[in-house]
T-cell receptor
Framework: GESVGLHLPTLSVQEGDNSIINCAYS??????FIWYKQESGKGPQFIID?????DKRQGQRVTVLLNKTVKHLSLQIAATQPGDSAVYFC?????????????????FGQGTILTVHP | GAGVSQSPSNKVTEKGKDVELRCDPI?????LYWYRQRLGQGLEFLIY????????KSGLPSDRFSAERTGESVSTLTIQRTQQEDSAVYLC????????????FGSGTQLSVL
């Protein structure tokens, strides 16, 4: 079936560096994408989302880029801090029917472990 | 409530016993999800409730798993005749509606089957 996957399962960076986490998705009908951060022992926490009518969206220290042509999503974290160390998941969903506004289940990718060294 | 609440936070049970896991979504959220997360792995979709529509049960791994939701409030995930491979964190999430809004997750129930 359709799935969302990640290129890199682990990423180690130095504090202050910029981090880039990548995600490939396979469902061409997906038009809503979300990045989540999961710290140890906690549920995933929303970071940023983007709809397919956009290529880029910025938040506080985070930017999500969407390339629909190659079905690729990335999360950029500026000036990475030790508190950013966590597992990062991308997720995607599609309308139940073409052109519809009701969505089906959210499908998560494998996850990338980000470790930030002081 | 302020967030998605799940209970119990931890559950230890013996193989073959039944367990019930509870989820209280954020008030007013019409969509509710259950996911399973094995140690060190991603989130495995189990079931999705949206308003009064028939739930999407396509992720339930076997007929030992079932879930119910009362209106747009509490949901219960039941696992019958638990097996050791059922050991995982079971996460519940809710969102405002059917239009692909972001999910808010609870902290999960850690289930250990001995």
């Amino acid at each position: 079936g359709e799935s969302v996957g990640l290129h890199l399962p682990t990423l180690s960076v130095q504090e202050g560096d910029n981090s880039i986490i990548n995600c490939a998705y396979s469902n061409s009908a997906s038009d809503y994408f979300i990045w989540y951060k999961q710290e140890s022992g906690k549920g995933p926490q929303f970071i940023i989302d983007i709809r397919s009518n956009m290529d880029k969206r910025q938040g506080q220290r985070v930017t999500v880029l969407l390339n629909k042509t190659v079905k690729h999503l990335s999360l950029q974290i500026a000036a990475t801090q030790p508190g950013d160390s966590a597992v990062y998941f991308c997720a995607e969903t599609a309308p139940l029917y073409a052109g519809g506004t009701s969505y089906g289940k959210l499908t998560f990718g494998q996850g990338t472990i980000l470790t930030v060294h002081p | 409530g302020a967030g998605v609440s799940q209970s119990p936070s931890n559950k230890v049970t013996e193989k073959g016993k039944d367990v019930e896991l509870r989820c209280d979504p954020i008030s007013g959220h019409t969509a509710l999800y259950w996911y399973r997360q094995r140690l060190g792995q991603g989130l495995e979709f189990l079931i999705y409730f949206q308003g009064n529509s028939a739930p999407d049960k396509s992720g339930l791994p076997s007929d030992r798993f079932s879930a119910e939701r009362t209106g747009e409030s509490v949901s219960t995930l039941t696992i019958q005749r638990t097996q050791q491979e059922d050991s995982a964190v079971y996460l519940c999430a809710s969102s405002q509606g059917p239009e692909g809004e972001k999910l808010f997750f609870g902290s999960g129930t850690q289930l250990s089957v001995l």
